[in-house]
């Protein structure tokens, strides 16, 4: 929820889950976060960090505005396989996703990672980052003690009976 001025997001966005559950809140006016929900222990996202880091230190996350399912939807709904599914089993078929996020909060990298051992397939997919909408490609970055670090964010996915992916339940 929130509201556009010209076509553009303007003040404070809420966002929430399918559930009704408060995700997160982004002031797009000042462009900063005001509040996010803890991380389910239990989801299929991980993050990765090109970082070393001792005890003690202060490490924060990649954070895409908008929360781990609506953030996240262009990324998993943009792929399709390549390839025709009417004589595959796709729950053969795993899926993730690899988004590079630089230091700078910038989307610069976007691969597919696809496998099956019953087809013995097994394929990555870079795929252009400029094909998404500039917002799509802005992040808050990862830090290390308050200084932004190159970070990766693994999104697992399963396969539809279409060839779509779409979040790992």
């Known amino acids: 929820m929130g509201n556009y001025d010209k076509g553009v997001k303007t003040g404070v966005w809420t966002f929430y889950e399918s559930d009704g559950r408060l995700v997160e809140r982004f002031n797009y006016t000042t462009n900063r976060l005001l509040n ?5 222990s239990a989801g299929n996202i991980d993050y990765l ?16 505005v908008g929360g781990s399912y609506f953030g996240f939807l262009p990324y998993v709904n943009f792929f399709k396989l390549p390839f025709d599914v009417t004589d595959a089993n796709t729950n053969w078929f795993h899926a993730y996703i690899e988004l590079l996020i630089s230091p700078g909060g910038r ?34 970055p990862a830090t290390l003690n308050n200084e932004p670090i ?14 779509d992916l779409d979040f790992l339940d």
């Open 107 to 140: 989307l610069a990298d976007y691969k597919v990672h696809l496998w099956s051992a019953q087809y013995d397939y097994k394929q990555a997919f870079n795929i252009d980052t400029k094909l998404f909408n500039e917002e799509d490609r802005q992040f808050i």
């Open 36 to 40: 996010e929900a803890p991380l389910d």
């Open 49 to 64: 960090f090109d970082a070393t880091f001792k005890t003690g230190d202060r490490l924060t996350r990649p954070i895409k």
């Open 150 to 163: 190159l970070s990766r964010i693994i999104i697992k996915c399963s396969v539809t009976p279409y060839g």
